[in-house]
């Protein structure tokens, strides 16, 4: 069975600076997929990134970067110079593939939920 | 390119009551996910369609839920008779053959009284 763990269940910090989300996740595929997605107030799901099992690149976008590491099973995302719209809940997300050639449905974490504060 | 439609976006029933939700998802997504959100909680698969067929509908609850997607592609989740645990927001989700991202509609809050 897959299961997904965010241990931080809220977390607050001031306007400017760095914050990292921690994942840490179990499953007994060899090919799996990991998500995050932010949920801002409005409760739409937005999605973030993917990676791959098979990449353990490290990935930048803008502000925020996220660090894969297999011999940890951890997923973490970090969020540069943080700004009061990052503020969020959000979500780290597993899945596998089926047979048809798609994804399964998603194992979520319990999310975190991030106050930015000006 | 319209995004994932969902209605009502809210509703409140009593329990014992029925209810159906609606998903229109994007364009050409052949893969469509219901899920359901506890307050507090990651969302949790409740169904998955690959067209109008049932790919995996090991969580739902089948003596209260179910769920179609006839012409392979609106979707229908009903609960029939409601309890109060079933208080929570109903995503609907799509995704692209061959491709891993899902893509949520806002979702439907249902509070059961």
């Known amino acids: 069975a897959q299961k997904v763990t965010q241990a931080q269940t809220e977390i607050s910090v001031v306007e400017k600076e760095d914050v990292t989300l921690d994942c840490v996740y179990e499953?007994?595929?060899?090919?799996?997929?990991l998500f995050w997605y932010k949920q801002p107030p409005s409760g739409e799901l937005v999605f973030l990134i993917r990676?791959?099992?098979?990449?353990?690149q490290n990935e930048i976008s803008g502000r925020y970067s996220w660090n894969f590491q297999k011999s940890t099973s951890s997923f973490n995302f970090t969020i540069t110079a943080s700004q009061v719209v990052d503020s969020a809940v959000y979500f780290c997300?597993?899945?596998?593939?089926?047979?048809?050639?798609?994804?399964?449905?998603?194992?979520f974490g319990k999310g975190t939920h991030l106050i930015i504060q000006p | 390119e319209a995004g994932v439609a969902q209605s009502p976006r809210y509703k409140i029933i009593e329990k014992r009551q029925s209810v159906a939700f609606w998903c229109n998802p994007i364009s050409g997504h052949a893969t469509l996910y219901w899920y359901q959100q506890i307050l507090g909680q990651g969302p949790k698969l409740l169904i998955q369609f690959q067209n109008n067929g049932v790919v995996d509908d090991s969580q739902l609850p089948k003596d209260r839920f179910s769920a179609e997607r006839l012409k392979g592609v609106d979707s229908t989740l009903k609960i029939q008779p409601a309890k109060l645990e079933d208080s929570a927001v109903y995503l609907c989700?799509?995704?692209?053959?061959?491709?891993?991202?899902?893509?949520f509609g806002p979702g439907t809050r249902l509070t059961v009284t």
């Open positions: 499953t007994r595929d060899t090919t799996y997929y």
């Open positions: 990676r791959n099992s098979f990449d353990e």
């Open positions: 997300a597993l899945t596998d593939m089926y047979s048809g050639g798609g994804a399964d449905g998603l194992t």
């Open positions: 989700a799509s995704s692209l053959p061959g491709q891993y991202e899902q893509y």
